[in-house]
């Protein structure tokens, strides 16, 4: 792994982050909007944030999951700029800067999970293919963001040459309810136009998340992002609404059909945690079935977030994304 910059320990991740990544990463770092419903103005803007080191051999679009936003990716984007790749990835809809489709500050909602697809393919098609010119297109995408990811990969199958998706949102782990019956309240209650409301278990933001009910299993990673989360209202995602279950369980039900899984034909590498409790790993299964060019491997000692792991779980979790890539 010569190629690649160290992965930062766990011990004083705070100081790394402050003295080594951040002041790298600013200084490679342009941000923008893109207008994407300029009928309203400025709150119909997508936020974006791309960073381009020199000699780039390769540009990278990371999809980040479920009431996440760019600012939790940081640490990722640093081993990706720093072992040669452009990076660029936009707030999805309906989280952080980016325009919302509800008035609720903390919710995320979304009419048709295409919107999602959509939105980042006027992103890659206006700023990304714009600044990365004729450089090869990967993907990177984490749990929300891997169900987008693998949707815009069967709608648009040639605009990356790899993908990699992990712990993706092709189904939703909801313990003992069959998604067919939480499927069916979604449609049931997007009838009854109460599309806006949050789902079951669901609300506005609360301080002081529990790390223990986290999808992290290092403290101290988990700490980094909180403390932003906690001063910083736009990042306060929390919750979906009944609309925002609806669709992700419908799209969850399409993208692993057989037929639209036959529609990727790029190498697609899939992380799956063992201790996963936010999505379902017997999707992943499905889908890596369905699909020739996927390749499964299966993280242990491990939460929903591999990337927000301990030391030793992103040693070799990176060394077999850069192998990959290579």
């Known amino acids: 792994m010569s190629e690649m910059v160290q992965i930062l320990s766990e011990n004083d991740f705070e100081t790394h982050m402050n003295q080594e990544v951040i002041p790298f990463l600013s200084s490679i770092a342009e941000c923008g909007y893109l207008p994407i419903d300029p009928a309203r103005g400025d ?23 479920f009431c996440e936003s760019i600012e939790k990716y940081k640490e990722v984007i640093y081993y990706f700029a720093k072992t040669g790749f452009q990076v660029y990835l936009a707030d999805h809809r309906g989280h952080g800067r980016s325009l919302r489709d509800t008035t609720h500050p903390n919710m995320v909602h979304i009419n048709r999970f295409e919107d999602y697809t ?13 600044n990365a010119g004729s450089l090869p297109l990967y993907l990177y995408a984490h749990s929300m963001g891997g169900g987008i990811g693998t949707f815009y990969l069967e709608t648009y199958p040639d605009t990356f040459q790899k993908a990699i998706l992990t712990s993706p949102m092709l189904g939703i782990f909801m313990g003992s309810v069959p998604a067919f019956l939480a499927k069916a309240l979604g449609f049931l209650m997007v009838h009854l136009n109460r599309s806006e409301c949050y789902a079951p278990g669901h609300h506005a933001f609360i301080p002081g998340e529990k790390w223990e009910e986290s999808g992290s299993s290092c403290l101290e990673r988990f700490n980094y992002y909180q403390c932003k989360k906690e001063t910083t209202p736009l990042f306060q995602n929390s919750g979906s609404s009944y609309g925002w279950a609806y669709q992700a369980l419908r799209a969850c039900g399409k993208m692993t ?36 060019s996927a390749r499964l491997v299966s993280i242990s000692d491990s939460r929903h977030e591999i990337y927000n792991s301990h030391q030793k779980v992103l040693i ?10 290579n």
Do not use: W
Request: hydrophobic fraction near 40%; aromatic fraction near 14%.
């Open 43 to 65: 709150a119909g803007r997508l936020y974006y944030e791309c960073y381009r080191p020199a000699g780039a051999r390769g540009a990278v679009v990371i999809s980040h999951g």
């Open 118 to 130: 959509e939105t980042l393919h006027q992103f890659i098609t206006s700023v990304v293919r714009s």
């Open 257 to 292: 059909q057989k037929k639209n899984c036959a529609k990727i034909t790029i190498p697609v590498l899939i992380f799956q945690s063992e201790n996963d409790t936010f999505v379902e790993n017997s999707a992943m299964l499905k889908f890596v079935k369905n699909t020739p």
């Open 316 to 325: 070799p979790y990176y060394q077999e994304i850069f192998r990959f890539l």
